[in-house]
């Protein structure tokens, strides 16, 4: 005879609701179904089930309802229960099986006695939030004592009692926060607070029953104990006051060992401060630091979650930053004058994208600058996600200097394509441009549309990584370490000879990983074929600078992170211009320094003229180093075209001549155009976060309401994962004698 089969439809993520009657109804989550039968092992169940939600077997909470008791949740523990289950459910199909980590029904359970029976209860369904009508969110303990009153104003926090340890000094203070009959406080929020801490320091839980504007009455959680406090509205006054207590407590009081909920705004508030000290104050320091001081043990989402509380009573609302665009774009305009700043959003109302391009940005770049900019986008890791795109310049001393940059809700071709169009009319010039930039997510397409006669570099580190990984299940570490060795040299050598021989190093290594490489386009990243300007910048993450700014302010709402960034770039253009009004020389210090080597070199060269302004350049030896054109600025060294700066044989030739070798070099090296680019200042924007209320209604008259985007933060930590570029992939040498790193036996100072 056959096994009986069932439909096990398992649900793990959710949320228990409960409703008016007491009964659960589970919510959100992932939901699968995975046949079983009388012969199914729990072992075997549970390995199906790990597979599907990504959980360990050996750490998992699988319950069930009894047919037609909504109110019951039943352990599964060992394989009889497993068989109860089907025995239970009769000639039913199928069964809801809800499933969680161990772990987090560990952070769930209060300590309530063990009992030897596989049923849970409403009140103890380990490891499954439960939320009451209204969506108020309960603890564990609380979900049905506390269903049918009226909820203080904040929300315990994520369902999860926390147990009082012992007294600490930091609540000690709080003992006296309620003194008895009498004692006035300026609203019910101030009362709430102070009875909060109360508690806390006094170790004991308690419960409202009332709470409302008029009047709160609380008494003590434990069954049968007399404590409780009522307080309510002074007679013709917002004053409110105590007008009864009893102060007696027969559980215990302080030994009371009862779950005590603490609320995210209450440890918010308690961590404001030292959080405005540390911005990068830890979640785990924030746990540690709570049950250190107060005696209270919190989990990281709770730790996590009242730091975000926290950051917003310091910041001010995300949600309202966006509201406030609008109003910051015009300030930004109004503040500095030129300055492009442009907003879209969509259909609903929702943020699309922000652009923003400072008056001294375009005006530095344009007096200033290389024709050479940057492309590069960064996740934003906010409330709200979305990614930075980034326009970057290099000044005359390769330093970043920023042109422009946007907010997008994602990082697509259509993103793209709008902030180079804004770019293109931020910095319109008649100077053929080179973008040193990304080839996939739209870039390339977006870049051929708007910029149809520029220079596309690809970003030589992209493309390391993406030959990296199609390789990297083919080929050993150390292969792949030459390999992308053997390109970043054939990438940066001058002519086709030096370009071939190193591809023809990584086709001995890798016939696949050279047709790769041809097939990739060298024209857009190799020197011996690219016919743009790049200055020997060869990838596109040269604003690292820029970057760091931006991990450090993406956190704050949207128009405090665009105004963090502003003042960064505000005080390195200060900084820049005081520190060049020292330099006494034509080049800035860097190429200065960089010239005098060249020349330094060239004096040992002969020169002989061949024909017109062509030039042989020979060493000590009779042969030929380069043939210098003077007249096209042209080595055949390439040294000259690709830096800008006049190479050593060039200089040999130009010194021969009885010229200068300070003409032949590119103006964008010059200590004047360094001064050019920093010769605008970017400007304060007032009230960024708390805008004067008379300013907005001239503002928001005409302005439309922007709402945040669809897209929230996901729970957990932002996962970081580095590609592994050359850097990474190169190995240290050790020493098979002394096992010391940085040099081998041969080198090594103990032989």
């Not at 147990?163 to 300026?186: C, L, M, P, S, Y």
């Not at 804004?422 to 996939?440: C, G, I, M, N, Y």
């Not at 400007?683 to 976060?689: A, F, I, K, L």
Request: glycine letters at 6%.
């Amino acid at each position: 005879m056959a096994a009986k089969k069932i439909i096990a439809i398992c649900q793990s993520g959710g949320d228990f609701v409960t409703d008016k009657d007491g009964s659960l109804s589970y919510s959100g989550g992932e939901a699968f179904a995975i046949d079983i039968n009388e012969q199914t092992s729990l072992s075997d169940f549970k390995s199906e089930i790990a597979d599907m939600f990504s959980l360990s077997s050996d750490n998992m909470s699988i319950k069930y309802f009894l047919p037609g008791n909504k109110k019951t949740l039943i352990t599964i523990s060992k394989d009889k229960d497993l068989q109860r289950m089907l025995n239970f459910l009769g000639d039913s199909l199928t069964v809801d099986v809800f499933v969680a980590s161990d772990e987090a029904a560990a952070r769930n359970v209060s300590n309530m006695p063990g009992s030897r029976s596989s049923r849970t209860t409403v009140s103890e369904a380990v490891g499954f939030p439960i939320v009451a009508p209204g969506n108020a969110v309960l603890g564990m303990t609380d979900a049905i004592d506390d269903v049918d009153m009226d909820m203080p104003n904040e929300t315990p926090m994520d369902c999860m009692p926390i147990n009082i340890i012992e007294h600490h000094k930091a609540a000690q203070v709080w003992e006296n926060t309620i003194t008895g009959v009498d004692q006035r406080f300026n609203s019910f929020n101030e009362f709430r607070e102070a009875l909060h801490k109360y508690s806390i320091a006094h170790g004991f839980a308690y419960r409202y029953k009332k709470n409302d504007s008029h009047r709160v009455t609380v008494k003590c959680k434990a069954q049968g104990c007399p404590w409780r406090i009522y307080a309510s509205r002074l007679s013709t006054t917002q004053l409110i006051c105590i007008k009864k207590m009893n102060t007696m407590h027969t559980c215990g009081g302080a030994a009371v060992k009862a779950g005590y909920r603490a609320t995210r705004g209450w440890v918010g508030s308690i961590i404001k401060e030292k959080l405005k000290i540390s911005p990068n104050y830890r979640p785990k320091d924030i746990a540690d630091d709570i049950k250190r001081e107060y005696g209270i043990e919190l989990n990281y989402s709770q730790a996590w979650r009242a730091k975000e509380i926290a950051r917003e009573q310091l910041q001010g609302s995300f949600k309202e930053a966006y509201n406030l665009l609008p109003f910051f774009c015009e300030k930004i305009k109004e503040t500095n004058p030129g300055s492009i700043v442009t907003f879209n959003t969509k259909d609903d109302s929702s943020f699309h994208r922000l652009f923003v391009s400072f008056h001294a940005s375009i005006s530095g770049f344009l007096q200033g600058c290389r024709p050479l900019i940057f492309l590069d986008s960064v996740t934003l890791n906010s409330k709200y996600q979305g990614n930075l795109f980034a326009a970057m310049a290099a000044d005359a001393e390769d330093g970043i200097f920023p042109v422009a940059f946007a907010v997008v809700d994602a990082e697509d071709e259509d993103n793209w394509t709008w902030f180079l169009r804004e770019l293109k009319s931020a910095v319109p010039t008649s100077s053929q441009l080179t973008f040193v930039a990304d080839f996939q997510n739209g870039l390339k397409q977006a870049l051929a549309d708007v910029f149809d006669k520029c220079y596309h570099s690809y970003c030589l580190q992209h493309l390391a990584d993406k030959l990296n990984r199609e390789l990297k299940g083919h080929l050993s570490h150390d292969a792949r370490r030459f390999m992308i060795s053997d390109f970043y040299s054939a990438a940066r050598s001058p002519r086709l000879e030096g370009f071939q021989r190193d591809t023809e190093l990584i086709r001995a290594i890798s016939p696949e990983a050279y047709d790769w490489i041809i097939q990739s386009e060298p024209e857009h990243w190799a020197n011996a074929f690219f016919g743009g300007a790049r200055y020997n910048h060869l990838i596109s993450t040269f604003g690292q600078q820029f970057y760091s700014w931006v991990s450090e302010a993406h956190e704050f709402p949207i128009t405090q992170m665009i105004d963090e960034l502003r003042g960064k770039m505000m005080e390195a253009i200060y900084k820049r211009r005081v520190d060049s009004s020292q330099w006494m020389t034509k080049l800035t210090p860097c190429n200065e320094e960089k010239l005098q080597k060249e020349t330094a070199m060239a004096r040992s060269f002969q020169v002989l003229l061949t024909q017109g302004s062509t030039f042989e350049v020979r060493g000590e030896n009779p042969e030929v180093l380069a043939v210098v054109n003077i007249d096209h600025w042209d080595c055949s060294c390439k040294g000259w075209q690709l830096t800008g700066l006049p190479c050593s044989h060039a200089i040999a030739v130009i010194e021969c001549i009885g010229r200068s070798p300070y003409d032949y070099c590119s103006r964008y090296f010059t200590t004047e155009s360094f001064r050019l680019t920093y010769a605008e200042s970017i400007h304060p924007v007032p009230n960024v976060d708390r805008p004067i209320e008379d300013e907005l209604p001239e503002v928001t008259a005409v302005a439309v309401t922007v709402t945040p985007p669809p897209t929230k933060r996901p729970p957990g930590r932002p996962k970081k994962k580095q590609p592994e570029s050359i850097d990474m992939m190169r190995r240290q040498l050790q020493c098979s004698k002394c096992k010391g790193l940085g040099h081998n036996k041969k080198t090594c100072k103990e032989s």
